[in-house]
């Protein structure tokens, strides 16, 4: 991705991204699909803005397979759109965020390695809207250890992060060192040399309560884990809920972790799911939560300042939520899950 040139457009871009959005699945979409065994969800997508990418890979896949071949491709599709729209400062900052692709990719990779996934169930899941080249992603699904992975990826913006992460890894025997250090330097580059004037200051905001809700992501799985991991070492700077210090106090603490959250500037959206987590000590709800909570976050800020990177951002998570829902209820429908816990699977608002 190189900068378009040009002044920025965001009265061009809000106006093709209002279009877009309008277009997303529904959440009575997603409790049809429930219902729905693979094949009938890959024929409602086909009469959907889908219909391309079900029609060209129809004739090399079937079922489940299809279904994910389709999201990512037309999820790569539509995000190679707004660069294509977007001039200036506007494609710069599009740009940054997209390459939160290539974090995706690569901890793709490394959990398709950890569990021993074959080469295609875990190329099925890549999505191709970064700047990490195929031959790269090529090499990377050829890698035979989490250590080839490490090394493969020397020069590019992880690679650091993971070698300083891999001896953590090593002792602890869980994925966790990896990941987080994955997201920091995903949310590292994004801050780097961000100039915050009027023009970035919603995409300052943003990025803010993203990193916050990160933070507690990350400190919550660490504190599940059991492993004995510094929290503060894969810490993200940049936030407004958490300082190092803290998190590495609260990790180990989780009532007083939650206590946080809860007393924080997000407490009235996350209200309902921290209950939930508390009585049913789970994480993927809470987990959904975050999502659910960070998704109207970016729709407010989109509706609040509509002439800048708002919208856009709050449509790329609304794009991708719309993805991860149709793949959850693919998947689910496939491995005989009933309705009730594929529904619990869901970011539904």
């Known amino acids: 991705m190189s900068a378009s040139p040009g002044s920025s457009n965001p009265e061009y871009v809000s106006a093709r991204v209002r279009s877009r959005k309008a277009a997303l699945f529904s959440d009575d979409d997603y409790r049809k699909l429930v219902r729905m065994g693979p094949s009938e969800i890959a024929r409602f997508m086909e009469e959907s803005e889908y219909e391309r990418e079900i029609n060209a890979l129809g004739a090399r896949h079937s079922g489940v397979d299809l279904i994910e071949y389709a999201l990512n491709r037309n999820l790569a599709k539509h995000f190679n759109d707004l660069l294509s729209w977007a001039d200036g400062r506007l494609y710069d900052l599009i740009a940054r965020y997209l390459r939160k692709f290539d974090a995706w990719n690569?901890?793709?990779?490394?959990?398709?390695?950890?569990?021993?996934?074959?080469?295609?169930?875990v190329e099925t899941d890549l999505i191709r809207a970064g700047e990490l080249s195929e031959r790269l992603l090529g090499r990377l699904l050829d890698a035979g250890s989490v250590e080839e992975v490490v090394d493969l990826l020397e020069g590019t913006m992880f690679g650091a992060p993971l070698a300083?992460?891999?001896?953590?890894?090593?002792?602890?025997?869980?994925?966790?060192?990896?990941?987080?250090?994955?997201?920091?330097?995903?949310?590292?580059?994004?801050?780097?040399d961000l100039v915050v004037d009027e023009a970035t200051e919603t995409y300052r905001e943003f990025l803010e309560a993203e990193i916050d809700f990160r933070n507690a992501r990350n400190a919550l799985r660490l504190a599940r884990s059991g492993a004995d991991i510094d929290p503060s070492a894969y810490y993200i700077a940049g936030g407004t809920l958490f300082s190092a210090t803290e998190l590495n106090a609260l990790a180990s603490n989780l009532d007083e972790l939650v206590a946080t959250i809860r007393d924080g500037p997000y407490g009235d959206k996350l209200s309902d799911a921290l209950d939930e987590f508390e009585r049913a000590d789970s994480l993927i709800s809470f987990e959904r939560a975050l999502d659910a909570a960070l998704l109207e976050y970016s729709d407010r800020l989109g509706v609040v300042h509509p002439l800048s990177v708002a919208p856009v951002l709050?449509?790329?998570?609304?794009?991708?939520?719309?993805?991860?829902?149709?793949?959850a209820i693919a998947r689910g429908r496939e491995a005989g899950l009933d309705e009730d816990d594929i529904e619990g699977e869901l970011v539904i608002l």
Do not use: C
């Open 106 to 121: 690569v901890k793709t990779v490394l959990r398709g390695i950890y569990s021993d996934a074959a080469r295609e169930e």
């Open 164 to 192: 300083d992460a891999f001896d953590d890894y090593e002792d602890s025997g869980v994925l966790v060192p990896l990941e987080n250090a994955v997201d920091r330097s995903f949310y590292e580059q994004l801050l780097a």
């Open 314 to 327: 709050s449509y790329i998570l609304a794009k991708e939520r719309e993805v991860d829902n149709i793949r």
